[in-house]
């Protein structure tokens, strides 16, 4: 988050700019600054309050773990034993498994979303199944997909199950949204539908594609987890289930630390991307 | 506007309905005003409006020019759920080469929508449109089409989105970037190639689009109040600028508004529609008696005694079918 509003906010100011302005600009600051120690604070008092609550007692360290069991956790299972892969080999899995996932749904949605705006009719027609896919909640699959795919098909199947619909969805909509006097504007021209699907519509929505992007890298990752909850032995959704089995809460907590920091970074990922693209708008 | 000027010309006669014989056609091409000029008296006794219509269809076939823009008994039906509309009946309209002709009529008389019958965006139900004496069955390259807004796409730079109707077209890209920017520069946005459209003012923009709109070169160029989204002295001022560029780039120009001052100050005819379903009203030439012959930039005309009189004429047409 930091990078992408470092980037963008604090312009240097002007020469000869006004008092009131510079008074203006460091009270601008001033409130930044205090929003982002608000974060730090909060983040801070859920990490001492999660290290201090089971050391008194007060709740069952079984259950929690400590923030400060997360460490040694995190070194001990970084090194790879004959039943066990380094938890970079799982967290790896797990990325590689999502970034396939949201890919494919955006790719797919795409084309989906693109091949209904060409042919309305077959948006009429499916339209309700479309809105009904979207509605499943498509994790009730996990057991069927992984008895049709396999174990680790089963994963990137639920990864794009999970953000597909959703993604034809939204994307078809921005296309629907596209203004239709620029439509008509491109007619004039004598634009054919190719031409108003790549000239006008696809350029149009990429604010709409990137909305969708964001969406899908969370639910993609969702996805993932759940599928390797049901039938890997590699990604930290594995992790997490067998740290669980084993009643070892320290595995538990430190790969859905992980979790947290992967979705972050792939979150601040798009933002740029997002803040790149708009710039050029 | 001229709403204040409109009282101002109660002493002067309407110098409309003298028919076609009166020697003011501007200079040089005298054929070009068709010779539909109605005898209007006003307000026209409701059947009067048959006979308007049918009056600009017949035209001397070997004194004039063929018409660049020809309606033959156009009518247009939009059909909804909840009914068809008809927009248009029965138009007849013939537009001479290198024309300037203004359409009026009030908001819902299918202005709109006769320009998009020349452009070839719309097949009309009955009747048929013609270009160069062809029936029109799609957009083609002799028409360009400037709508209301500029409609300029926020992710392309001024010099791309200029290049739009070229890329479409598949023109020369070499040639046609030449052409765009010679068009940009002659319109005093040289150094705004590479800038944004929403780094541009709105007067700017619509120049963007008139540049758009010549760039792939056409012969007639269709104006939908391509001026109502502006500020009114951004307005005042493109119109001139307008009116010079098509005036001196010989096109046929059909502009549509609901503006009145701005109809008489810039074209040579005007063509008044009915409400809906919108039939012609009434088509006569806009004259101004100048020393040289020649016709008075838009602004210019707006101070001529004769203004008023057209002024006072089309508005009592209008005003006639707000009652009726």
Known sequence: MSKVETAMAAPAPQAGASPEYLDWLRRERRSRLSVRGAQLALLLVFLVLWELLPRAQIVNPLFTSYPSA???????????????????????STVLATVIGFTAAMIIGTVIAAALWWWQALYRVLDP????????????????????????????????????????????????GTDANKIKLAQTFGARKGQILTKVVLPGSVP????????????????????????????????????????????????????AI?????????SWLEAAVMRRR | MGTGGATGCADSPPPCGEG???????????????????????????????????????????????????????????????????ALKDISLAIA???????????????????SLISGILRPTSGAVLVDGKPVTGPSRKVGYMLQQDYLFEWRSILENTLLGAEIQGLDMGK???????????????????????QLSGGMRQRVALARTLVTEPDIVLLDEPFSALDSQTRLALADEVAEILRRE??????????????ISMAERIVVLSRRPGRVKSDRPIRFATADGTRPAPFAARNRPEFNGYFNTLWQELEVHVEG
């Open chain 1, 70 to 92: 997360l460490w040694p956790t995190f070194l001990d299972l970084l090194k790879a034993t004959p039943q066990q892969a380094s938890i970079l080999t799982h967290t790896w």
């Open chain 1, 129 to 176: 199944y479309l809105v009904v896919a979207n509605a499943m909640p498509k994790t009730a699959f996990v057991p069927i997909f992984y008895i049709w795919l396999g174990a680790t098909l089963s994963i990137y199947g639920m990864s794009l199950a999970i953000s597909l619909f959703v993604t034809i969805l939204m994307i078809y909509n921005g296309f629907q």
């Open chain 1, 208 to 259: 709409t594609l990137i909305a969708a992007l964001k969406v899908n890298v969370g639910l993609s990752l969702v996805g993932v987890v759940v599928g390797e909850f049901q039938s890997a032995n590699l990604g930290l959704g594995y992790l997490i289930q067998y740290g669980s089995q084993i009643f070892k809460l320290n595995i538990v907590m430190t790969a859905i630390t992980i979790l």
């Open chain 1, 262 to 270: 992967v979705s972050s970074v792939m979150y601040l990922a798009i």
């Open chain 2, 20 to 86: 076609s014989g009166v020697g003011l056609a501007r200079s040089g091409t005298t054929a070009t005003f068709s010779p539909a000029a109605t005898p209007l008296p006003s307000p026209p006794p409701q059947g009067g409006r048959e006979r308007a219509e049918s009056a600009a269809a017949p035209r001397p076939e070997s004194a004039a020019p063929p018409p660049k823009v020809e309606l033959r008994d156009v009518g247009l039906r939009y059909f909804g759920r909840e009914g068809e509309t008809e």
């Open chain 2, 97 to 115: 080469p290198g024309e300037f002709v203004a359409v009026i009529g009030q908001s819902g008389c299918g202005k709109s929508t006769l320009l």
């Open chain 2, 176 to 198: 046609a970037r030449e052409r765009a920017a010679a068009l940009l520069t002659r319109y005093g946005l040289g150094q705004f190639l590479h800038h944004r459209p929403r």
């Open chain 2, 250 to 263: 010989r096109k046929t120009a059909i502009l549509v508004t609901h503006d009145i001052g701005e109809a």
